[in-house]
């Protein structure tokens, strides 16, 4: 794993002198986006540009999409779009929704959805759990209840912000037992957890690049129901990037976007779908995912640590740490830096409080070991 590299501080040069590099330090990520990417992907990265109306690029998309939608074991159209997470999070709120959503919120990202429906002139109810614990069942069939007018409700399916995992399924299917639309922002989990999107009925279910898919970031995919695709027809004053329609028409018609894509992250995609394939197929992926976590989570424990979240929520994708007595979250970050491994700080409210290392991207097991050992000895 690998690799990020900037100009040194006096303290860094001092401290980094045996790595022989005067300017460059190697840090390894423990990130939560942008996170490393294997070796493999960056070289694809390297190809040639062609035009985003050529043969090769018309290819280029139908495969990709192919194997999207394989992967997320979905029927529904599955498009890329130009953009990070946070375009698509915005394109549903613009196609889909009239006057009224529920945003459950279970920390930053969850509130960033809430303010993206109401700067796009949405009434937003909200759902907001004390920090750590996740959405239930019950909270959110009480909600519907009592606020039958909305038509759709956002969840984040792993909140990175306070490493936690909601229980999309049942969630799921307390929002569809009400006949409401579902968003989910799987921008941390799409890649490195389960997702069924038909089975769980979701409506739009987006991701970033830059998360579980290990890809450079500037790339959003998301998959769409043949009802959102119904309601963006209907929608007036949606805009044109994130227009779902102009985004089905081009497909369709050229397999290619209404804009220019990014070439460049489509084709990493591609590559990561395809290694994934060849190396067992999604499963074996997220079962890496899960034993890269225990050895997190254990190496946690080991040190007398604890995670953020209520127990059974914790994220399989990113640990949410509590700092120890003595020592803030960003000093841990810090003390780590000059280490040489890239954790993340804590998030919004928790900033001071945790830090977290994600599990996220192009990251061995020996990486893993080492990250912990080098923890424990800051900590010590
Ligand atoms: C859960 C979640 N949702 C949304 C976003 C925003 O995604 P992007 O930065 O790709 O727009 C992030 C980014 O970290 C995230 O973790």
Same mark, same amino acid.
């Given at each position: 794993?690998?690799?990020?590299?900037?100009?040194?501080?006096?303290?860094q040069?001092?401290l980094?002198r045996?790595?022989n590099?005067?300017?460059?330090?190697v840090?390894?990520l423990?990130?939560v986006?942008?996170?490393?990417?294997?070796?493999?992907?960056l070289?694809e990265?390297?190809?040639?540009m062609?035009?985003?109306?050529?043969e090769?690029?018309?290819e280029?998309?139908?495969?990709?999409?192919r194997?999207?939608r394989?992967?997320?074991?979905?029927?529904?159209?599955?498009?890329?779009?130009?953009?990070?997470g946070s375009?698509?999070?915005?394109?549903?709120?613009r196609?889909?929704?009239?006057?009224?959503?529920?945003?459950?919120?279970?920390?930053?990202?969850?509130?960033?959805y809430?303010?993206v429906g109401e700067?796009n002139? *949405?009434?937003? #109810?909200?759902l907001?759990? =004390?920090? !750590?614990k996740?959405t239930?069942? $019950?909270?959110?069939? %009480?909600?519907?209840?009592?606020?039958?007018?909305?038509e759709?409700v956002?969840?984040t399916y792993?909140?990175?912000?306070?490493g936690?995992l909601n229980?999309?399924?049942?969630?799921?299917?307390v929002v569809?037992?009400?006949?409401k639309?579902?968003f989910?922002?799987?921008?941390?989990?799409?890649?490195?957890?389960?997702?069924?999107?038909?089975?769980?009925?979701?409506?739009?279910?987006?991701?970033?690049s830059?998360?579980c898919?290990?890809?450079?970031p500037?790339?959003?995919?998301?998959?769409?129901?043949?009802?959102?695709l119904?309601r963006?027809?209907?929608?007036?004053?949606?805009?044109?990037?994130?227009d779902?329609?102009?985004?089905?028409k081009?497909?369709?018609?050229e397999s290619?976007?209404?804009?220019?894509?990014?070439i460049?992250?489509i084709l990493?995609l591609n *590559?990561e779908? #395809?290694?994934i394939?060849a =190396?067992? !197929?999604?499963?074996?992926?997220? $079962?890496?995912?899960? %034993?890269?976590?225990?050895?997190?989570?254990?190496?946690?424990?080991?040190?007398?640590?604890a995670?953020?979240?209520?127990?059974?929520?914790?994220?399989p994708?990113?640990?949410?740490?509590?700092?120890?007595?003595?020592?803030?979250g960003p000093?841990?970050?810090e003390?780590?830096r000059?280490?040489?491994?890239?954790?993340?700080?804590?998030?919004?409210?928790?900033?001071?409080?945790?830090?977290?290392?994600g599990?996220?991207?192009y990251i061995?097991?020996e990486?893993?070991?080492?990250?912990?050992?080098?923890?424990?000895?800051?900590?010590?």
């Amino acid at each position: 794993m690998l690799v990020l590299a900037w100009p040194l501080s006096k303290g860094q040069v001092i401290l980094h002198r045996e790595l022989n590099a005067r300017w460059l330090i190697v840090m390894k990520l423990f990130t939560v986006g942008p996170v490393a990417c294997r070796p493999e992907v960056l070289e694809e990265m390297k190809r040639q540009m062609f035009s985003h109306r050529s043969e090769e690029y018309r290819e280029l998309h139908r495969e990709t999409v192919r194997r999207l939608r394989e992967f997320l074991e979905t029927k529904n159209k599955v498009f890329l779009f130009p953009s990070s997470g946070s375009g698509v999070m915005e394109g549903t709120v613009r196609n889909c929704v009239e006057r009224k959503m529920l945003c459950c919120i279970n920390g930053a990202f969850g509130k960033r959805y809430a303010e993206v429906g109401e700067s796009n002139g *949405k009434i937003v #109810e909200r759902l907001e759990p =004390e920090l !750590g614990k996740p959405t239930t069942p $019950e909270l959110l069939d %009480e909600k519907l209840s009592s606020a039958p007018d909305v038509e759709a409700v956002a969840i984040t399916y792993n909140e990175t912000s306070v490493g936690l995992l909601n229980p999309l399924p049942e969630l799921a299917k307390v929002v569809k037992e009400h006949g409401k639309f579902l968003f989910v922002d799987a921008v941390s989990a799409m890649g490195g957890v389960e997702l069924k999107v038909d089975k769980w009925k979701i409506d739009v279910c987006f991701a970033s690049s830059q998360k579980c898919f290990g890809i450079p970031p500037g790339l959003a995919v998301a998959s769409l129901s043949e009802g959102t695709l119904e309601r963006s027809e209907r929608a007036r004053n949606k805009g044109w990037y994130f227009d779902f329609k102009l985004y089905e028409k081009y497909q369709e018609r050229e397999s290619s976007t209404h804009m220019t894509p990014p070439i460049s992250q489509i084709l990493a995609l591609n *590559k990561e779908l #395809e290694l994934i394939d060849a =190396e067992g !197929g999604k499963q074996k992926r997220f $079962e890496f995912y899960s %034993e890269r976590m225990r050895r997190i989570k254990e190496g946690i424990e080991a040190l007398d640590l604890a995670l953020f979240p209520e127990r059974r929520y914790e994220s399989p994708t990113v640990a949410c740490v509590n700092a120890p007595e003595g020592i803030s979250g960003p000093e841990v970050y810090e003390r780590m830096r000059e280490r040489g491994f890239e954790l993340a700080k804590g998030y919004g409210k928790l900033k001071e409080r945790t830090f977290r290392i994600g599990n996220m991207g192009y990251i061995r097991l020996e990486d893993v070991d080492e990250m912990l050992q080098v923890l424990g000895e800051v900590l010590g």
